[in-house]
């Protein structure tokens, strides 16, 4: 019976790992074809709305300022760091 020799177990467990990712990428780009079929998004369709337009600047001042408490709790920091420049709805 023949001996395993180190550099054949080193190729091996390498040669191995190498197919396995090669085989793991071709799936996930696969799959990711697979589901730009399910999801169809078209770039007209996407549009960002104001998300304030009938609002009274009173009340957009306290939406400001509650985005602003949100996040500056959320990312444990002062509210003075926090700046928000624009503020629009997502599409639904």
Do not use: W
């Not at 020799?5 to 197919?19: A, K, S, W």
């Not at 085989?23 to 074809?33: E, P, R, S, Y």
């Not at 549009?47 to 009938?54: G, Y």
């Not at 001042?61 to 629009?88: M, N, P, Y």
């Amino acid at each position: 019976m023949q001996e395993v020799g180190d550099l054949q177990v080193v190729l091996m467990g390498m040669g191995t790992v190498f197919v396995c990712l090669a085989i793991l990428i071709v799936m996930i780009v696969f799959m990711g074809k697979i589901m730009q079929g399910f999801i169809k998004q078209e770039a007209t369709e996407i549009q960002t709305q104001p998300a304030a337009n009938n609002v009274n600047p009173s009340e957009k001042q306290k939406i400001v300022v509650a985005i602003s408490v949100a996040i500056a709790e959320e990312l444990k920091t002062d509210v003075s760091k926090i700046r928000i420049h624009s503020i629009t709805q997502l599409p639904k």
